[in-house]
């Protein structure tokens, strides 16, 4: 009789908007890791990095206590990549596009202390919703890199930026 394996890994990357509740896959991540460092559930948040991989196919996980999503569109602006490894930016919206598609995105759930460390400065806290009608359909809140440490987040509030999983253009 073979066993079964009672280690099930995380997959490496993830349709988020595939989901019919994408906010239970992102607490089983968080569950995950602080069941592994042994750190209490309330006090993890999960940060968020955009990296330079724009298709599932060529983007690589570079550690196991995160995971890759895509399928998320930005509404109210748009997003300038970076070139060279690293995270781009919010940039104000320009193209023709109605909701321009986010690169993939990598999720790692961290410390509550740490996330309010890093992501206070340069980052606008962007929230996420399953529709665009917005409202109740809200899932959690992105950290998304401004072009300056110094821009106010205020700017973008005004433009109501936001992420949206399901956009239907």
């Known amino acids: 009789m073979v066993q079964p394996n009672p280690v099930f890994p995380l997959p490496q990357c993830v349709w988020i908007a595939g989901f019919f509740n994408p906010l239970k896959f992102l607490t089983a991540c968080t569950q ?25 196919e060529e983007a690589k996980l570079e550690e196991n206590e995160c995971s890759l999503i895509y399928g998320m569109q930005l509404e109210g602006a748009d997003w300038e990549a970076k070139a060279e490894r690293g995270e781009g930016y919010l940039k ?8 321009p598609e986010l690169p993939i995105v ?64």
């Open 92 to 99: 104000v919206y320009e193209t023709k596009k109605i909701h």
């Open 106 to 169: 990598e999720i790692r759930p961290v410390d509550l202390k740490e996330k309010l460390d890093r992501y206070t400065r340069g980052y606008y806290t962007c929230p996420v919703y399953k529709t665009g009608a917005r409202g109740a359909t809200f899932v959690w809140d992105a950290n998304l890199k401004m072009r300056d440490d110094n821009e106010p987040e205020d700017f973008w509030t005004l433009c109501s930026t936001c992420l949206i999983l399901g956009a239907e253009d």
């Open 32 to 56: 995950d890791v602080a069941r592994k460092k042994g750190l209490a559930l309330d006090m993890m948040s999960i940060s968020t990095v955009v990296t330079e991989f724009n298709s599932f």
